[in-house]
């Protein structure tokens, strides 16, 4: 389907999400899309007038119906479109006669149903565009601008709405009502909510930037099944992170990368997932897996804004609660210390005896008979100078208390004390439930804070605010930084370059390879192994043979001459079975000890090249230990990615090993890095597997290029 690259003016999106008045073409009492739309905005405070356009019917929803725009006779700010297919291109033409300019189309049948579909799609932007029209759709349910009451949304929309921090763009129409109620039932309120349907005109990225913009809103949440433009996304990204607004994504499809290369073991470790992955950390962008988490997260960070810092203080009134706490923050790589000495001196007059004083803090069942309790300890725990942010199991009453003055008081109490706290705090209930009239009652009369539901979506939210938090300061709009001049490249870059070509360009730009001699007879394998000293490796050379190890390619440990004589002889032997041209020898010292990884880079067409740093030789596609990157990296990046290995305890010194200079490891991974972004769009992938790391020798002993 067609969809647009052209940035919509700001101007055009404040235009299209605040119309003073509306008109809804082709409202019908038959269509269920009619009534809910109008409902909608009668409904939410729109205070505009809203016109309905039907040319066959005088009344419609119980208010007169005008036969054409043309008829309504005053200013239309905004049609919502739910005509015919076919009709709407001329619903267009006549409103941009009339000078409308902004225009929702819920009609479906476009680019989603087929070429001819495509066809018209293709004609309502080619029109949208020549006369400056601003169009969102079309097979979209609309918009619920929840800030100004603006709501022309084709499902029905269940009360209360409530207005707040978090913008939310779906590119799921039919998952944007169920989003709806949850933040509702949830008490998360919306800035706007937007279902951008084909995106023909208006994509993801034009509302980004007008939520960026937005005063009203703090976090932009995002439900999309594709990123169709990276370049435009990464760039709107970049706008959220200055501006301090978390962008917190749901990114649907985890299909393999459909342009692997198949001579190149980096292949099995990048696939689209996660090198969407990838990006969207280089972005600033917070990924989730669910949409409760979508919601809770966002919540949060509206709440929260940044968590300077991965220890977290805990204070519940439960045991229980303390455990599943401690198993969550381990697997969102957060820090639970010990508390200072002050900190459990102070504990410990408050507390009962028999309540035992540590992170995470269980004040025990006592809150019965003292309800300031927990948020007295909160208030000592806040004070801690080991913690970065509190995390507070509290819920909010379900049901009308007896009294319900004694509740607002101890809420407004602990409300306070939130407020007064010196670190973040961050409130959780129990287990993910509705929050019910009363709960909103409560938190509305007494400024009770954000309430995440339940302690597995907490320390999820959680654990994203760290990680976002951390890596806001690496977010910039400024542009990488030139590398130095072009790479030394010599001969055509067309093909498939064996090990003794992709050596070569390695060495040339500065990368450091083991020394290796071509030999095409066994004289001059058996003079190359002279010359390095035994034990020598022989590998074997021709034209387009990649993964040497598969035909028995590469001899190890070959400790005289009579053993590089047999070797030439069988692996040359091997290689005109298979009727391979170019064929020969590659001899080099033999490597002992050290750890394998592999680097390698392979282009994706959505994202550019992506960079796989993991644990290598013949094992990669086994052990699938790898860290991907967006290019271009420094070293302090892949400083980080090497330590998100599952095997980095390996190149620390495990088990005695000599431990890796990981500075001089990480300076050698960003150069080979350089060089394949230097490369350009000519590389389909770059491959240095193994790259042996003894100490501080790195140096790369086998590696692989494809050209497109």
Request: net charge negative; hydrophobic share 45%; proline share 6%.
């Amino acid at each position: 389907m067609s969809t647009a690259t052209t940035h919509i003016r700001p101007e055009a999106m404040q235009a299209l999400f605040a119309p003073g008045s509306i008109a809804l073409v082709g409202a019908t009492d038959k269509s269920g899309w009619s009534l809910s739309t109008f409902d909608n905005l009668r409904n939410n405070g729109f205070a505009g007038p809203v016109h309905l356009v039907n040319p066959r019917t005088e009344v419609v929803h119980g208010q007169r119906a005008h036969r054409s725009l043309t008829d309504i006779g005053e200013r239309v700010d905004m049609a919502y479109v739910m005509v015919p297919t076919p009709a709407v291109l001329s619903v267009l033409r006549e409103g941009a006669g009339l000078g409308i300019r902004s225009y929702v189309v819920l009609t479906a049948g476009f680019g989603e149903t087929g070429p001819e579909g495509r066809r018209l799609e293709d004609e309502i932007l080619a029109f949208a565009r020549e006369n400056r029209l601003t169009v969102l759709g079309p097979n979209g349910n609309g918009y619920i601008n929840a800030t100004a009451g603006t709501t022309p949304y084709g499902l029905p929309i269940p009360p209360p709405l409530i207005g707040g921090p978090v913008g939310v763009v779906l590119q799921s129409g039919a998952l944007a009502s169920s989003i709806l109620s949850f933040a509702q039932a949830r008490n998360v309120g919306l800035s706007l909510l937007t279902s951008m349907g084909n995106e023909t005109m208006i994509s993801v990225t034009d509302v980004i930037d007008y939520l960026v913009d937005d005063p009203a809103t703090k976090v932009i949440a995002l439900f999309l099944e594709s990123v169709r433009h990276p370049g435009e996304f990464a760039r709107a990204a970049r706008r959220a992170a200055e501006a301090g607004k978390p962008i917190v994504a749901l990114k649907i499809g985890s299909s393999t990368l459909a342009s692997h290369t198949a001579q190149a073991h980096t292949g099995a470790l990048v696939g689209d997932d996660v090198v969407v992955d990838a990006a969207f950390r280089k972005l600033g962008v917070v990924r989730v897996r669910s949409l409760e988490d979508l919601i809770i997260t966002a919540g949060l960070l509206a709440q929260t804004g940044p968590i300077h810092g991965q220890r977290i203080g805990v204070v519940t009134p439960s045991g229980g609660a303390c455990e599943v706490i401690a198993d969550r923050a381990e697997q969102e790589d957060l820090e639970l210390p010990a508390f200072a000495p002050e900190t459990v001196a102070r504990l410990k007059e408050i507390l009962p005896g028999f309540a035992t004083v540590q992170n995470p803090l269980d004040v025990t069942g006592y809150v019965v008979v003292d309800r300031t309790l927990l948020s007295r300890a909160l208030e000592v725990v806040a004070d801690d100078p080991g913690v970065d942010a509190v995390m507070l199991l509290s819920d909010l009453p379900r049901l009308p208390p007896a009294d319900l003055k004694p509740t607002l008081e101890h809420f407004a109490a602990t409300a306070q004390r939130i407020r007064d706290a010196k670190r973040p705090v961050i409130v959780a209930g129990n287990v993910l439930t509705d929050i019910t009239e009363v709960g909103r009652h409560v938190q509305r009369e007494t400024g009770f804070p954000y309430v995440v539901g339940g302690i597995e979506h907490a320390m999820t939210a959680i654990g994203a605010a760290v990680r976002w938090s951390r890596a806001l300061p690496e977010v910039t709009l400024a542009e990488p930084a030139e590398t130095g001049g072009p790479p030394v490249v010599r001969g055509e870059t067309t093909g498939l370059w064996t090990e003794h070509r992709a050596s070569e360009l390695l060495r040339d730009n500065g990368i450091p390879v083991v020394p290796s001699s071509r030999a095409t007879t066994e004289d001059e394998a058996v003079a190359a192994a002279a010359g390095f000293g035994y034990p020598v490796v022989l590998k074997a050379v021709a034209d387009g043979l990649g993964h040497k190890s598969d035909i028995g390619g590469v001899r190890l440990g070959l400790d005289g001459p009579d053993a590089v004589r047999r070797a030439h002889r069988e692996v040359c032997v091997a290689l005109r079975e298979r009727g391979l041209t170019g064929i020969g020898t590659l001899v080099q010292p033999q490597r002992r000890g050290g750890v394998e990884l592999i680097v390698g880079v392979l282009r994706d067409p959505a994202w550019g090249p992506v960079m796989a740093v993991g644990l290598g030789g013949v094992w990669v596609e086994v052990l699938r230990d790898s860290a991907l990157r967006l290019l271009p990296v420094d070293a302090s990046d892949i400083r980080r990615a090497l330590g998100e290995l599952r095997g980095a305890r390996l190149l620390e010194g495990a088990r005695g090993t000599e431990p890796a200079d990981l500075d001089k490891v990480a300076e050698v991974i960003a150069r080979i890095g350089a060089l394949a972004d230097g490369l350009g769009p000519h590389l389909e992938s770059l491959e240095v597997n193994p790259l042996l790391v003894r100490g501080s020798k790195v140096e790369a002993l086998d590696a692989l290029v494809t050209w497109n």
